[in-house]
């Protein structure tokens, strides 16, 4: 950030008063330009007990597979923000059965939320996906996942679903990745023992 | 938003390529400003049965009643931005036992996050609160609370405290308040039935 989004003046970096972090100022308006963590909501599609996943058409991790997911927009919930990246990505309706994981991405300022869902349509690959297909645990590419978020996840729910498929094996796992942790994922500790 | 934070030109709101929503665009440097909805993350501390709450020393509801809570920063996580606003406006230590309730405002684009927390320390009244007190349920100030996502936050424990005291009693709930149910709120539909 360089300029004020309200009058357009330089703005600089600086602790506010009665505040303890530092911020953007705009001295020639007093706008105080906060910045928080987004969301990213998505879903875990299943049929058949197998998962749907995505390979992505765009950067980054372009060609990696991964859940369908994505910014949260204004203006909408986040299980409608979930269920509208899985229309846009794996061109799939789904029947949300709850949240899953909360994931915390301090080092990106963002916050991950994967519901469980029902895949209840046929799928095609959106203009953000390559292709999108349905695997069972087995077939599941661990070595090609886009993303940390999407290994936990998936990890999670094969975990839980060896205890049963009611709803109660599939509780809310509060999460989180950092830099350290995320170095694990793309190095050995979360491929599989195989 | 009236100019571009990166290089200070006039934006304007229209829909960029491929996309499907308004965004303030510059077309001076090809930025597109997308602005997403904003996590407010906070607890239920209970000690003794009893809830803690603070009273409001600022706007908006100044005077009213809220469980401690407020914008998630960067570079924190949701369970740390929840514990950070329970000690700076209640003054309080607590220990986290899961996320409570996840309750989407799509009207002005903000997400609660409210972990049921066991209060662990002494509490004293922040700068951003005029005092701070535990309530037993019946003495719940439910004509005088700020917002309606802790009155459906402390209606849901209460209720299913009646079940019980253990963790499994008290599952995540996903809840929606938008416009039309906030004016219930602030009528007759969730005053207490007395
Ligand atoms: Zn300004
Ligand atoms: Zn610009």
């Not at 703005?11 to 105080?32: H, K």
């Not at 204004?74 to 229309?87: G, L, Y």
């Not at 978020?149 to 950092?178: A, K, S």
């Given at each position: 950030?360089?300029?004020?989004?309200?009058?357009?003046?330089?703005?600089?970096?600086?602790?506010?008063?009665?505040?303890?972090?530092?911020?953007?100022?705009?001295?020639?308006?007093?706008?105080?330009?906060?910045?928080?963590?987004?969301?990213?909501a998505g879903t875990l599609p299943v049929r058949d007990g197998k998962v749907l996943?995505?390979?992505?058409?765009?950067?980054?991790?372009?060609?990696?597979?991964?859940?369908?997911?994505?910014?949260?927009?204004?203006?909408?919930?986040?299980?409608?923000?979930?269920?509208?990246?899985?229309?846009?990505?794996?061109?799939?309706?789904?029947?949300?059965?709850?949240?899953?994981?909360?994931?915390?991405?301090?080092?990106?300022?963002?916050?991950?939320?994967?519901?469980?869902?029902?895949?209840?349509?046929?799928?095609?690959?959106?203009?953000?996906?390559?292709?999108?297909?349905?695997?069972?645990?087995?077939?599941?590419?661990?070595?090609?996942?886009?993303?940390?978020?999407?290994?936990?996840?998936?990890?999670?729910?094969?975990?839980?679903?060896?205890?049963?498929?009611?709803?109660?094996?599939?509780?809310?796992?509060?999460?989180?990745?950092?830099?350290?942790?995320?170095?694990?994922?793309?190095?050995?500790?979360?491929?599989?023992?195989?």
């Open positions: 950030m360089n300029y004020c989004s309200h009058c357009g003046e330089t703005v600089r970096l600086a602790v506010p008063q009665g505040d303890d972090r530092l911020r953007y100022l705009c001295d020639s308006c007093g706008t105080i330009h906060y910045q928080n963590p987004r969301i990213i996943l995505c390979r992505r058409a765009i950067e980054p991790r372009l060609g990696y597979w991964t859940l369908p997911a994505g910014f949260m927009e204004n203006a909408e919930t986040t299980s409608d923000a979930a269920a509208r990246e899985t229309r846009e990505e794996a061109g799939a309706e789904v029947k949300l059965q709850g949240l899953y994981t909360l994931i915390d991405l301090p080092h990106i300022n963002q916050v991950y939320m994967l519901f469980r869902a029902e895949l209840i349509s046929d799928y095609s690959a959106g203009v953000e996906s390559l292709e999108v297909a349905l695997f069972a645990e087995e077939e599941v590419p661990w070595q090609s996942l886009a993303f940390p978020t999407m290994e936990v996840t998936l990890r999670r729910y094969f975990e839980d679903r060896r205890h049963g498929e009611g709803d109660e094996h599939f509780p809310l796992h509060l999460e989180q990745i950092d830099l350290e942790t995320r170095e694990h994922f793309f190095n050995t500790t979360f491929l599989p023992a195989s």
